[in-house]
């Protein structure tokens, strides 16, 4: 048996390794599940008070224009189908656990040697519970994945922000998910659109759908937008950063003179009533783009919507140098912060990877979907979720987390606020304000 003194020194360790009795508890269930805090998590990481139900909806975006079938630079429209997965705070009732389990898909559209294979992966969140009776409504985020991805890509963040107060809304890019990937053209038009589709949507069910559990429960005038690569593409755009000439000239070309994109420049008087300002805040992971020359100076002076990038030094699908650093450089106009993970590649949004991305004779690019050849995922994911949750308490909740951005640039020549002894190491933070 512990003597007291014993129970108090186990106690004292407890709290000096920061943790809390729910993330204790959290620990103890299903062993490690994307997203749990390591122990050199910093201190936003944890999650919230609330806990988390999920549910899937299926939506339909009307009268769109197929890019997949265009003939002669003429598309025909159809209605397009778009599945989303909601994170919300919920009641779990007694007896249930607040555990879920996701389906991903290995294999890209068939291609041959590499067939869509379905795995299984956990997460803190239970199927279709109750969602928290309030008197006010919650902030609303969306999610954006890359090409190719899907919404279950960033649970780890979907999970952890819902347990913080908000609506979580992750899409399905028709035509650019592990299912149904297809042509590049599809995406450069569509992944935009689908934003503000899912926007309209969560707004409308919230303030219109009395049958819809999210009836009066989300606050659609204050939302956060997260754009991974193709998805920080969209995202660029939607909040305000014209497609360049280039951009246009080139996609016209793929496309035998389509003019889908041509409304989307910042010489459009089209564009002018495109961006929408219910969207107050934008995290743009590894954003797509600008070393293919998608944005140019005139464009990205057009993004006002405060931004926190990140990007991997080495990336090496959007680049650094001249691709998100340089966005962040030419985006003069927004409130904006660079986190950057020194030697990191273009991992640095999504889930680690599962057992079944490691299994003896697949094709190594499952594994590289989701790992980073220099960073632990699960490390990237905890401190994606801190600063995630500072960038979006300020912007979305007025909460006073200013502290937490308020940091030197290089993380190795001291200890950033929030981060445990010894691990802020590795990383970079830049800040720039609005030109006048």
């Known amino acids: 048996m512990k003597t007291s003194t014993q129970i108090i020194l186990v106690l004292i360790g407890v709290l000096l390794m ?34 988390v139900g999920v549910t899937t909806l299926e939506l339909v975006n009307k009268n769109q224009w197929d890019i997949l079938r265009i003939d002669n630079g003429k598309a025909p429209t159809y209605d397009r189908p778009i599945t989303v997965e909601v994170w919300y705070p919920a009641v779990i009732p007694d007896g249930k656990e ?21 795995f299984t992966f956990e997460g803190r969140a239970l199927r279709n519970a109750k969602i928290i009776d309030t008197d006010h409504k919650f902030p609303l985020i969306i999610l ?72 009066n429960r989300v606050d659609a005038n204050n939302t956060g937008l997260v754009g991974y690569s193709m998805g920080g593409y969209g ?39 495109f961006t929408d300002d219910r969207i107050k805040a934008f995290v ?6 600008m070393a293919n020359d998608v944005w140019d100076e005139k464009g990205l002076a057009g993004l006002k919507t405060p931004t926190f990038f990140v990007s991997g030094s080495e990336d090496d699908i959007s680049m650094y140098e001249n691709g998100v650093k340089a966005i962040y450089e030419g985006a003069v106009n927004s409130n904006r912060y660079l986190l950057t993970y020194i030697n990191a590649r273009h991992n640095v949004a999504p889930n680690p990877p599962a057992e079944a991305t490691m299994a ?30 500072a960038f ?13 951005l308020e940091l030197a640039q290089d993380a190795n020549t001291g200890n950033w606020k929030g981060f445990k002894p010894r691990t802020s190491i590795g990383m970079e933070l830049r800040h720039a304000t609005p030109n006048k």
């Not at 909040?239 to 409304?263: I, M, P, R």
Request: glycine share 10%.
């Open 360 to 389: 003896p004779g697949l094709n190594i690019d499952e594994y590289l979907r989701y790992a980073d050849s220099v960073w632990d995922m699960r490390r990237i994911n905890n401190v994606n979720q801190h600063f995630v949750t």
């Open 284 to 289: 743009a992971l590894a954003p797509w783009g």
């Open 235 to 273: 995202g660029l755009n939607t909040c305000g950063a014209g497609y360049s000439e280039k951009a246009v000239s080139f996609y016209k070309t793929a496309t035998g003179g389509n003019t889908a994109l041509d409304g989307r420049t910042m010489g459009s008087k089209a564009y002018e009533s």
């Open 144 to 215: 954006s994945h890359g090409y190719v991805g899907s919404r279950y890509l960033f649970t780890y963040l979907s999970e952890n922000l819902a347990s913080k107060g908000y609506v979580v809304v992750s899409i399905d890019h028709t035509d650019s998910t592990y299912k149904d990937a297809a042509n590049f053209t599809s995406t450069l038009v569509n992944r935009s659109l689908d934003q503000l589709f899912v926007l309209n949507e969560m707004a409308r069910l919230s303030e219109s759908a009395k049958d819809s559990f999210l009836f």
């Open 98 to 118: 607040e555990i879920v389990s996701y389906t991903q898909m290995l294999g890209r559209n068939g291609t041959e040697g590499r067939p869509l294979v379905p």
């Open 18 to 51: 920061g943790w809390n009795v729910t993330n204790f508890k959290n620990q103890d269930s299903h062993a490690y599940v994307f997203g749990d805090p390591l122990p050199d998590a910093p201190e936003l990481a944890y999650r919230g008070d609330f806990s």
């Open 392 to 404: 979006f308490g300020i912007h979305l909740k007025n909460q006073d987390l200013g502290s937490y």
